[in-house]
């Protein structure tokens, strides 16, 4: 497996990973922002707003593509009014709320662009982050980026933390934060091919990437506190359904 790692990400005999790449070499790539989105009316405008920002630095051929997970505040109304008026937003409403993994299964299959940054809509990493990963993704297939000095509960950074741990003891996924951004080449995820519906799919896709010797890369980025809306991540739900496919994966040989 090719694995390179950022210094400074405490995982042992890591070295200092430089990336060859400048945005100029993305200027004509097409680049999707995916994001999941359920009961964001405080953030959605902004983070889609800095989202066009970030990918205007970048290129030309761009979209923005949210799924609106079945909200119950007015994030529905938010995206059509927003996607009527900017071609490069496109908006998928599911009728009932189905979980974050449904929402980012439906992302990565109808994502457009060549390479594909995955992003909530909670505005804790910040959509200009895109600019620190992508570079990265000239010589690699998934660009996970690792929050540092990470402004979530000591719960929510323990939960997160043993889950990568067991996937990096069991499964050899390199990176220590599993469930946060992403940058993907599309070719990747047509490799991996997903078929997790529950919050597990992050951690399958990683599964999958590190048994077909994929080249996966972590680098640090900034991460800040939630200043609207609740963390949904801890649902009790979300977590009985991770858990019970994490306790099926973990005693399967063969993913192909």
Do not use: C
């Amino acid at each position: 497996m090719m694995i390179r790692y950022i210094k400074g990400l405490g995982i042992p005999g890591s070295k200092m990973a430089k990336s060859r790449s400048g945005l100029s070499e993305f200027s004509h790539a097409f680049i999707s922002i995916v994001i999941p989105a359920y009961n964001e009316e405080k953030t959605i405008e902004k983070v889609i707003r800095d989202a066009l920002l970030a990918l205007k630095k970048i290129t030309t051929k761009y979209e923005v593509l949210v799924v609106n997970d079945g909200s119950s505040d007015s994030t529905k109304e938010l995206l059509e009014k927003i996607s009527s008026r900017n071609r490069h937003v496109r908006a998928i409403s599911f009728k009932e709320n189905q979980g974050v993994g449904a929402a980012l299964h439906a992302l990565y299959k109808e994502a457009k662009g060549e390479f594909i940054f995955i992003n909530a809509a909670d505005d804790q990493v910040k959509m200009k982050e895109l600019l620190v990963l992508l570079p990265y993704i000239a010589d690699n297939d998934i660009v996970v980026g690792r929050r540092m000095n990470r402004a979530d509960s000591r719960f929510r950074k323990l939960a997160s933390g043993l889950f990568s741990l067991v996937l990096r003891l069991r499964f050899g996924v390199p990176a220590k934060d599993v469930d946060s951004v992403k940058v993907y080449r599309a070719s990747a995820l047509g490799k991996v091919r997903p078929q997790s519906r529950t919050a597990f799919i992050e951690a399958e896709i990683l599964i999958k990437a590190a048994q077909k010797k994929l080249r996966i890369i972590e680098v640090p980025i900034k991460h800040y506190s939630r200043k609207h809306g609740k963390a949904k991540g801890l649902r009790l739900k979300i977590i009985t359904l991770q858990l019970k496919e994490l306790s099926k994966a973990f005693f399967r040989i063969n993913w192909n």
